[in-house]
């Protein structure tokens, strides 16, 4: 009798151990997937080949943000951290109202398409008269000159760009593009702070009395060096 009470105790201790490795075994295994499904750099659909060092193909509209502010981070920086609000009463009002269209379509952190999202906030604004063409953040500036009538802005840095500007960023890659808002810089997603990529230039309509002004302020800007 005491033969088979230790051979029953046996038993029931091994089925209790191998249903605690198999319960363990489906956490770690949904802890994982779950990782994953967060991680945006893993995968694909965020623009980024996974276990690839080239772009996906999936959209061609393409633009990125390689730093500190292309992270979920960057929505949760302190009013400290942002520079000051610089207003331009030159600023044609549909760049104003681009930006604003673009903060309310923001997502909660970068999905690499920058460039798709300032361009959609523009058509919806009227701030160009169709949708821009070129695929990298990094030609807009040059695009929006060329082709809609926007003007460089004598500015040298992203703090120093008025309300309503389009912000354009180089550096390897496809490049950067926000809109400066009142509250911060905005492109497929909200931040406090501009980017640190290389700044290329800040672009804007301009009401049609102050353009004259606004060119020759960038001409004597770029022939003094800066």
């Not at 990782?35 to 996974?50: H, L």
């Not at 030159?90 to 923001?106: F, N």
Request: aromatic content about 8%; hydrophobic content about 35%; overall charge positive.
């Amino acid at each position: 009798m005491l033969t088979y009470s230790n051979t029953s105790s046996s038993f029931r201790h091994r089925i209790r151990t191998a249903f605690r490795l198999c319960a363990t075994s489906l956490l770690l295994l949904l802890g994982a997937a779950v990782s994953r499904a967060e991680n945006p750099w893993t995968s694909s659909s965020m623009g980024w080949a996974t276990g690839s060092s080239r772009w996906s193909s999936w959209e061609t509209t393409r633009g990125g943000t390689f730093d500190n502010a292309g992270s979920s981070r960057g929505s949760t920086r302190s009013q400290a951290d942002a520079p000051a609000v610089a207003h331009d009463d030159t600023i044609d009002p549909v760049m104003l109202k681009a930006g604003s269209i673009a903060e309310q379509r923001a997502l909660p952190r970068s999905t690499m398409r920058c460039w798709r999202f300032v361009k959609e906030a523009l058509v919806a604004a009227g701030g160009v008269s169709s949708y821009p063409q070129t695929a990298y953040a990094k030609q807009a500036g040059e695009e929006l000159v060329h082709s809609y009538g926007f003007v460089r802005l004598a500015v040298r840095s992203a703090a120093q760009a008025p309300v309503g500007a389009v912000i354009v960023y180089g550096g390897k890659g496809p490049g950067h593009v926000e809109l400066r808002t009142a509250s911060g810089f905005v492109s497929d997603f909200y931040h406090r702070a501009p980017s640190n990529m290389p700044f290329i230039g800040a672009y804007a309509r301009v009401e049609k009395h102050s353009k004259a002004i606004q060119t020759a302020q960038v001409g004597g800007s770029q022939n003094s060096g800066s």
